[in-house]
Nanobody
Framework: QIRLVESGGGSVQPGGSLRLSCKGF????????LGWFRQTPDNEREAVAH????????TYADSVKGRFTISRDNIGNLLWLQMDNLQPEDTAMYYC?????????????????????WGQGTQVSVPS
């Protein structure tokens, strides 16, 4: 069973950048589609970006397209989220998650319920 640990959160001024990292322990991330999600106290959890097992397919929420980039390194068991031009509405707890490839027949139809393993989260704050 894989364990995920996020890092890289913090506080940044509007227009700034942060790079979130997620490290996998206890298993190879190559067996998993990976995703970044975010949640604020007042809102439901929102999918930010997904990436397939080999890093060739990605999808993004409309709210982050053109500003965020998801990538992965299967050799190093790492997932990243590069966040540029951050805005106050990006303030949230960010989580990485893993969806077993064997349980997902179509990457484009990936759902939050497909993600079985979650990190503890890292806070991103962009003051207005």
């Amino acid at each position: 069973q894989i364990r995920l640990v996020e890092s890289g959160g913090g506080s940044v001024q509007p227009g700034g950048s942060l790079r979130l990292s997620c490290k996998g322990f206890g298993g190879a991330i190559s067996f998993y589609h990976l995703g970044w999600f975010r949640q604020t106290p007042d809102n439901e959890r929102e999918a930010v970006a997904h990436i397939d097992t080999v890093g060739t397919l990605t999808t993004y929420a409309d709210s982050v397209k053109g500003r965020f980039t998801i990538s992965r390194d299967n050799i190093g068991n790492l997932l990243w989220l590069q966040m540029d031009n951050l805005q106050p509405e990006d303030t949230a707890m960010y989580y990485c998650a893993a969806a077993p490839k064997r349980d997902v027949s179509d990457f484009q139809a990936l759902r939050e319920s497909d993600y079985k393993f979650w990190g503890q989260g890292t806070q991103v704050s962009v003051p207005s």
